[in-house]
């Protein structure tokens, strides 16, 4: 067990890969705080996964694009568990929408979730860490579309590019603290984010060509490489985005 004695805050882990996520880090012997904004039956499931392996959960309900809520959620983490020592910026959304016809409203949500929501998150906990004379790890998990564009989902890709320079600055100006932070990006995983996709037959067939490994993939997939980077194993990497994609963004052929 490599996270032995610490304690983890997954944000949007009532479902989908802050779900698998949640469970792995407590299979590595971390305590986790589990926060939702309206799935609370997937909150109470992922703390039911989290217990059975032996570890303590919490959840926590905040709205992530309301600095209030990502306080209140930092501290009643501190005051449960005494501590965080990992944070992972799961929680995402995205809105499918041609530039020309995305509203205000639909632009605000994605952007208060995916940017702001890291952002402010972030900063309550490396406050924390400042306080408490404590080094730690920061993982966002991003996506592809932090390199790759996604025609229709413009929003969503200027909130994941967003968070590839927020996390590449973070690394010089939390080094010194003894801060990691990196980006994990995944590709097309099955999760509930993919639902439309998941159930349109043509258009999953088309995506499977684009990824050389074949399939899509798995939360678990994902979770693996997040046990790692909250790991010691991985004290030395800070400023890096780690593509969990089956090969998906650098692939290009000619027919
Ligand atoms: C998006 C999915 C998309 C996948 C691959 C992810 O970031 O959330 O909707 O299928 O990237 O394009």
Same mark, same amino acid.
């Given at each position: ?29 971390? +305590? %986790? ?33 309301? %600095? ?20 992972? +910026? ?44 404590? *080094?730690?790890?920061? %993982? ?31 690394? %010089? ?8 932070? +990196? ?10 984010? +993919? ?42 990497? *800070?400023? *890096? ?15």
């Amino acid at each position: 067990m490599k996270l032995e004695g610490k304690v983890a805050l997954v944000t949007g882990s009532s479902q989908g890969i802050g779900q698998a996520i949640a469970e792995r880090l407590a299979q590595e012997g971390a +305590n %986790i705080v589990i926060d939702y904004r309206s799935h609370a039956e997937g909150a109470e499931e992922t703390l039911a996964k989290v217990e059975a392996t032996g570890r303590k959960g919490l959840t926590v309900k905040a709205d992530l694009g309301v %600095i209030s809520d990502i306080r209140q959620m930092i501290q009643s983490s501190i005051e449960h568990f005494g501590k965080l020592d990992i944070l992972v +910026n799961n929680a995402g959304i995205e809105k499918h929408g041609s530039f020309w016809e995305v509203t205000e409203a639909d632009y605000d949500n994605v952007l208060n979730v995916n940017l702001k929501g890291v952002f402010f998150t972030t900063q309550a906990v490396v406050q924390h860490l400042i306080e408490a004379k404590q *080094t730690g790890k920061i %993982i966002n998990i991003s996506s592809v579309h932090e390199e790759l564009p996604f025609p229709h989902f413009t929003s969503y890709c200027v909130s994941k590019g967003g968070v590839k320079m927020m996390m590449r600055n973070l690394a %010089i100006e939390l080094g010194p603290l003894g801060i990691t932070i +990196n980006n994990v990006a995944p590709g097309a995983i099955e999760t509930p984010i +993919n639902t439309n996709l998941l159930n349109d037959k043509e258009k999953l067939g088309a995506l499977l060509k684009n990824i050389p490994l074949g399939r899509l993939g798995k939360p678990s997939d994902v979770a693996s490489l997040v046990a790692f980077l909250a790991s010691s194993d991985a004290d030395y990497i *800070t400023g *890096t985005t780690f593509f969990v994609d089956g090969g998906l963004l650098w692939n290009y052929q000619e027919q």
